[in-house]
Every structure is written in structure tokens, then in C-alpha cells.
């Protein structure tokens, strides 16, 4: 019999240029991630998130088979769903508000990938928020398909802070059976191009992490994928994401009673939709618990407005069961305060 998967498993390897990367932090840094901590624990809401995920484009080249995506848009482009890029003045006036108020840190992504948008809008995003005293983090996922010359340029030269790039396999067959549409062979050639770019062009305030996500095909390769990129990433990592658990073994896994009941998220971000809708976390694949537009809305109303308030009261009061957003969300047993 097989071994089941151990969800709480995060091997994590840190070395590569990760000291100068630290040397390049922003003043400020240190107390931007004291509070990202803290303010969960200390029930702090401030006057705007922390961090902001913008959707800078729900499109996707991949259909990865573990993706919440993927499943969404099996049957065609479901009710609700925009599919389409984010109008960058949503972006500059959100980011705009957000930095005198309290914003710290921005992700390029959610239910797509972002490289799609192209190297000259990518950079124009990314340099704008590097270039605000208050913005400290800036971060990005993608499946690097699209990570060419061009692009890798562009991220360094804008200034973005750190690379996160999702290969999942060291294998090219589980690879690409995982990420349906990649071809392994680019991918590798793609990530190593960025990573020598990043060394010689001495851009080290971009850090770069290869992440591995657990499942069922790729369990027993975590060691080979370590061994793989140790020699040139900053960061490796293989864990278990709440989008991937599979459907059976997700159920067994959200309704265990050891696990804590607690999430951090209200305190800490919301996400702009690819339409400029808001969510409030990661959790609202289906874009149920919608907060207002980042167009039309002060995004400070919307934190500290009565839908977020009744969210962080469910949970600090022990009733993030009674929500249906959380209930179908693993993230409310595995981010303990
Ligand atoms: S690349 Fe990302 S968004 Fe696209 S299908 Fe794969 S996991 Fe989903
Ligand atoms: S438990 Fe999940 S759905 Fe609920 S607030 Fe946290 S991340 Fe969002």
C-alpha cells in the first residue's frame, strides 16, 4: 500500500545569493513582516491590507491538472468568471491609495499566469511599485514558459523582489503529465537563463525560489528536485498546497478535528480580481464573497467595511465553520495564529 501523503511536509532548502538579497531590503522591512505576523495574532486591522494579489490576468497557457483553474473552465468559461486581463488604471489607482496607507506588499497573481501580459506591461507594474518608499515586497508565481530574454530583463530591470517559479517535477514525463501544455527541456533552459542574467547583471535584489507542489505523482521526488536546483536557486521548497489536496483526501483532510481552526488572511490581504472585483482571500476561487471594484471603491472602505468585520469576527470567534467561504477552504486548518 502506498504511504499517504504527509501534508504537513515543507522541505525547504535556503542558500544561493540569499544573503545579498537580504542586504537589499528596504528600510522598514523587518517591521512590514513583524506585522504580518503579529497583526492576525494581535487582532490589528489597520487603515488598508498589508498585500494585495491583483490578478493581473485570469488567462493561462498550461492546464495544469491540480489547478483550481483548470477544473473551473473544464466545461467552458463559467457564469461570473472573467477572462481577460486587469485594466492597469485599476492597478495604479489601488497601488496608488494602498502606499500612503499601509500597503506593504503586492503579488502578481491568481488564477492565472502572469507573464501573459507581456515583458513592457510586467515591467511598468513592477518598476512603479519598487519605486514607492512604502512598497517592500513585491512577488510573483509563474510557470515560466514565458520566461525569455526579454521578460527575465524586464522583471530584473523593474526590480521585482522575489521569483517564484512552480516546476513541480524533476522528471520531464511527470512534469509534463502535472503541467499539461509545458515543455520541460524550455522551462529548465528558461529558469537557468534568468537565474545567470540575474548573477551577471548583479541584480540580487530579485530572489529566485523553484517550489514543488506534493501530490499523489510526484511524492517520491522531492529529494531529486532538492538535488536539481539547490545549485542554483535561493530558495527550493516542496509543500502541500490547499488547492491541490485531492478531492477525497481533501474532504478527510478539512474536516480533521486536530487541525487548527484559524486564518490569518482578513488581517492580512485581499485580492483584485482580473476584473477589478475584490475577494477577500485566496480561498474565493468560486468569487463568491465579493467585497466591491477596486475602480469604483475605496479599497480602505472595503477593509475595514462590514463584510471583512464579519469575516474576522467569525473567526475570532471560533465560527470560521459557519462561513460557507471557509468551509469548503483548507487554508482554515493548515494557517494556524
Ligand atoms: S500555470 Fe498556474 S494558473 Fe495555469 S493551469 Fe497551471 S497552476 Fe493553474
Ligand atoms: S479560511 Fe480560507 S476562505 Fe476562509 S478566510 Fe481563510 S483563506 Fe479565506
Redesign the pocket.
Known amino acids: 500500500m502506498k504511504p499517504p501523503i504527509n501534508h504537513n511536509e515543507r522541505v525547504v532548502f535556503q542558500g544561493g545569493m540569499l544573503d545579498l538579497w537580504k542586504e537589499r531590503r528596504k528600510p522598514g522591512y523587518a517591521a512590514y513582516r513583524r506585522a504580518w505576523n503579529n497583526n492576525p495574532r494581535n487582532e490589528v486591522v489597520g487603515d488598508f491590507p498589508i498585500h494585495l494579489d491583483f490578478e493581473i490576468t485570469s488567462r493561462c497557457n498550461l492546464k495544469c491538472t491540480f489547478c483550481m483553474r483548470t477544473g473551473l473552465l473544464k466545461g467552458g468559461v463559467p457564469k461570473g468568471f472573467f477572462l481577460g486581463d486587469l485594466n492597469p488604471k485599476v492597478y495604479f489607482k489601488a497601488v496608488g491609495e494602498g502606499e500612503t496607507k499601509g500597503l506593504r506588499s503586492i503579488k502578481y497573481n491568481f488564477l492565472g499566469e502572469p507573464l501573459l501580459v507581456g515583458h513592457e506591461r510586467l515591467y511598468d507594474y513592477i518598476h512603479y511599485a519598487t519605486s514607492l518608499d512604502g512598497i517592500m515586497d513585491t512577488m510573483m508565481n509563474t510557470n515560466g514558459c514565458l520566461l525569455n530574454h526579454d521578460m527575465s530583463k524586464a522583471i530584473l530591470e523593474a526590480g521585482l523582489d522575489k521569483l517564484i517559479i512552480s516546476m513541480d517535477s524533476p522528471v520531464k514525463k511527470t512534469y509534463e503529465g502535472i503541467r499539461v501544455g509545458a515543455t520541460f527541456e524550455e522551462v529548465v533552459g528558461n529558469v537557468r537563463h534568468f537565474i545567470e542574467l540575474r548573477n551577471s547583471g548583479k541584480f540580487f535584489k530579485t530572489s529566485v525560489r523553484l517550489q514543488l507542489t506534493v501530490i499523489e505523482d510526484n511524492k517520491y521526488q522531492v529529494g531529486d528536485f532538492m538535488k536539481m536546483w539547490k545549485p542554483y536557486a535561493d530558495e527550493v521548497t516542496a509543500n502541500v498546497a ?1 488547492a491541490i489536496i485531492e478531492n477525497e483526501d481533501r474532504e478527510t483532510f478539512i474536516n480533521d478535528p486536530n487541525r487548527l481552526m484559524s ?4 488581517w492580512q490581504r485581499m485580492i483584485v480580481l482580473a476584473d477589478g472585483r475584490i475577494v ?5 476561487h468560486h468569487h463568491t ?1 465579493i467585497l466591491g471594484h477596486a475602480m469604483t471603491d475605496s479599497l480602505e472602505d472595503i477593509w475595514k467595511g462590514k463584510k471583512m468585520k464579519a ?1 474576522r469576527t467569525a ?1 475570532s470567534s471560533g465560527k ?1 465553520d459557519e ?1 460557507p ?2 468551509q ?5 486548518r493548515m ?1 494556524p495564529i
Open positions: 490547499c486564518c490569518p488572511a482578513p477577500p482571500c485566496c480561498g474565493d464573497y469575516l473567526i470560521i462561513v467561504l471557509c469548503i477552504c483548507s487554508g482554515r494557517r
